[in-house]
């Protein structure tokens, strides 16, 4: 049974993502930075919960007593604070929002997270940096998506001394509406992520490392 800690567990992919680890009979601990939702996660999931928002490295240093003590597996999962409003209408102060926003959820709260549980992870272990969504070329959301495909590059060099892998995780093509799959009853895109997730901690994904991986329904990266 491997320690699991998941980040965004306020948001409903950070739960399923919980759900995927605890059913595969891990330990799971949650944390998100909305106080109220964290908590209906938590005892929905029956499971430990810890308050910070890692896009505040303040807010990191003060929680970091609450860390386990040992982790084996870190999941940093989005948790956008900003509601985004139709971009035809954007003023250029909203598409600083926009651009802050997405960085700042994104990558920044994975950076920051790494660089507080680094030395909590036990040599073998596994990070994994979700992506939310599929963007629209040429986005913000689109230009924090290679930001942290890049990042994750370099952190799977940095920490495969310890054999910790490093991956990112992201929806693919089958996101888009009207995309129905190989399946007839397709499983959500969350609960392809989830799953995806989990196997990238199995000594089956050992070899697996730095890389950016998408969940498709049988969709090819490039379908148009």
Same mark, same amino acid.
Do not use: C
């Given at each position: ?12 992919? +950070? ?41 505040? $490295?303040?807010?990191?240093?003060? $929680? ?59 040599? +073998? ?12 070329? +040429? ?30 995780? $992201? ?8 995309? $129905? ?36 329904? +049988? ?6």
């Amino acid at each position: 049974m491997a320690e699991v800690l998941v980040t965004g567990g306020d948001t409903e992919l +950070g739960r399923v993502i919980a759900a995927g680890f605890k059913d595969a009979g891990h330990n799971v601990v949650i944390a998100g930075s909305r106080p109220d939702d964290l908590e209906v996660a938590a005892k929905e999931l029956e499971v430990e919960s810890i308050v910070f928002d890692n896009t505040d $490295a303040a807010s990191l240093e003060q $929680a970091r007593r609450l860390f386990p003590h040992h982790i084996d597996t870190l999941v940093n999962v989005p948790a956008p604070r900003w509601d985004a409003k139709d971009p035809r209408t954007f003023t250029l102060a909203d598409h600083a929002a926009a651009w802050r926003n997405a960085l700042d959820t994104t990558v920044v709260s994975a950076a920051l997270t790494v660089q507080i549980i680094g030395d909590h992870l036990r040599s +073998g272990g596994t990070i994994i940096n979700v992506i939310t969504e599929s963007p629209r070329p +040429g986005s913000a959301d689109a230009a924090v998506k290679a930001a942290l495909a890049d990042w994750t590059v370099g952190q799977a060099a940095y920490f495969g001394t310890r054999g910790i892998t490093v991956n990112a995780v $992201a929806p693919g093509r089958s996101s888009e509406p009207g995309y $129905a799959g190989l399946s007839s009853t397709p499983p959500s895109v969350a609960d392809e992520v989830a799953r995806l997730a989990v196997f990238l901690t199995t000594p089956a994904a050992r070899h697996i490392t730095g890389e950016t991986m998408h969940v498709g329904r +049988g969709a090819l990266a490039s379908f148009a």
